[in-house]
């Protein structure tokens, strides 16, 4: 079936160190997205890619890096410039803009 | 820039009652509006999705409504179950593919 895997499901990050949130798509949807989501606060994007090798800033980028050297894969690091990591993180992918956009079950980060 | 939300914030209803989720978004010149589902801890589920030319939008006891000249939409579900209970939330694309999501329904039907 197709669909998108987020990997690990759980992750603790110690203060100062960069952990990577994996995203895979088999969907060959050209675009994914990152989301980040707080209590109270909704879904706020982080980063985006519309094709390979190509991603613009989303509404919270700092302290975050990504890439997108495949199309199916687009990874997300936090880095240890981001002061609030704690938080959920959905990844999402879409075709295009007429069909809709489907999501990833998520990675909870938690700052030990 | 796109804003969208959502009336009431949170819901309870009884086992069998019917429930009306609302949203409404600011630019009218929307490609189409999705309802998504969320349980607690999960990512979100595709429920729905209208397309601007579409005025409403069916999955079993799950009905969508869309008025674009009112920027407005609504979510039906039908004789409400437990297993409906979860967050409820709707989105809608910008031209640069970005989603901007409403706050969410938070639903609670009791048995």
């Known amino acids: 079936d197709g669909g998108i895997t987020q990997s690990p499901k759980y992750l603790f990050r110690k203060e100062g160190q960069n952990v990577t949130l994996s995203c895979e798509q088999n969907?060959?949807?050209?675009?994914m997205y990152w989301y980040r989501q707080d209590p109270g606060q909704g879904l706020r994007l982080i980063y985006y890619s519309q094709i390979v090798n190509d991603f613009q800033k989303g509404d919270i980028a700092e302290g975050y890096s990504v890439s997108r050297e495949r199309k199916e894969s687009f990874p997300l690091t936090v880095t240890s410039a981001q002061k609030n990591p704690t938080a959920f993180y959905l990844c999402?992918?879409?075709?295009?803009?007429?069909?809709?956009?489907?999501f990833g079950s998520g990675t909870r980060l938690t700052v030990v | 820039k796109q804003e969208v939300t959502q009336i009431p914030a949170a819901l309870s209803v009884p086992e069998g009652e019917n429930l009306v989720l609302n949203c409404s978004f600011t630019d009218s010149a929307i490609y189409n509006l999705q309802w998504f589902r969320q349980d607690p801890g999960k990512g979100l589920t595709s429920l729905l999705l209208i397309q601007s030319s579409q005025r409403e939008q069916t999955s079993g006891r799950l009905n969508a409504s869309l008025d674009k000249s009112s920027g407005r939409s609504t979510l039906y579900i039908a004789a409400s179950q437990p297993g409906d209970s979860a967050t409820y939330l709707c989105a809608v694309p910008s031209n640069d593919y970005k989603l901007s999501f409403g706050a969410g329904t938070t639903v609670t039907v009791r048995a």
């Open positions: 999402a992918s879409s075709i295009g803009m007429d069909y809709g956009y489907t």
């Open positions: 969907l060959n949807h050209d675009a």
